[in-house]
């Protein structure tokens, strides 16, 4: 992994480790989940909610480096799964032909999330399939908070992926339309201003900008009761 954006993460404090695959399964017709062996990265590094790591792959000869997000992290084995989204791309292409023993590496370099104390009294998260192993470790991690989700799919057989709600839990599916525009709308809508509340924004880039200021100008809501990040881009 002799390239400069492995040397500048190192330099910034990134910590590198060999992944070990284990098993591979599909989900669905658009995922791929793949089980690995950390190489040491859970105990060396913890587990918080939305965990995420930084994997290189090559592509045409080149490095490149794609984030993905810990799914049931196990500190005790030391294993986890990370889920693969099948578009065009090297990601994709590795997910899908790795086979037990193979092995990729990760950095671990600007992953952090911590709830508030004391803890929201609820959970607003606005999300779709490239977040919702984010979001699930958030319900797993804070199982009595109660939660309301609006969750953007692009492909019908999304709805069928597992979300982690429980009875208190409200998870509301919502089809990508107008550039995101039905989302953005329907969660302006339903979002109230609530003091005890935590909000939680992770979905296209445009999409994810529009909340967070709707959050911020409108709703007057504290830059410490908002985590917001653009999971990918449209342009």
């Known amino acids: 992994m002799a390239n400069w954006e492995a040397l500048v993460l190192r330099a910034l404090g990134g910590r590198n480790f060999r ?23 859970l105990d060396a590094c913890g587990v918080h909610p939305t965990m995420w790591v930084r994997l290189w792959f090559d592509d045409g000869g080149r490095p490149h480096q794609r984030a993905y997000t810990l ?7 030391g294993r986890f799964s990370l889920e693969f ?30 709830w508030p104390d004391p803890a929201p009294e609820h959970l607003y998260a606005a999300g779709d399939a490239a977040s919702l192993p984010a979001i699930n470790s958030l319900l797993d991690s804070a ?9 953007e799919y692009a492909h019908d057989d999304e709805r069928a992926l597992p979300v982690r709600a429980r009875e208190h839990h409200t998870v509301t599916w919502l089809p990508r339309q107008d550039d995101g525009r ?40 504290g830059k410490d009761r908002i985590s917001s990040l653009a999971y990918w881009s449209a342009r």
């Not at 799914?71 to 084995?77: A, L, M, N």
């Not at 099948?86 to 950095?107: F, N, P, Q, S, V």
């Not at 709308?185 to 509340?197: K, N």
């Open 19 to 41: 992944l070990t695959v284990l098993e591979t399964e599909p989900v669905g017709g658009r995922y791929h989940r793949l089980r690995v062996d950390d190489g040491g990265l």
């Open 71 to 77: 799914v049931d992290p196990d500190p005790e084995t």
């Open 85 to 114: 989204a099948l578009h065009d791309g090297c990601a994709a292409r590795w997910a899908t032909a790795a086979a037990a023993g193979d092995t990729i590496e990760a950095t671990v370099q600007g992953t952090g999330f911590t």
């Open 143 to 151: 199982p009595d908070v109660a939660a309301t989700i609006w969750l």
């Open 182 to 221: 039905l989302l953005v709308d329907t969660v302006r809508a339903g979002v109230p201003a609530a003091p005890a509340a935590y909000y939680w924004i992770a979905c296209e880039a445009a999409s994810t900008r529009a909340l967070t200021k709707h959050l911020r100008r409108e709703l007057g809501v």
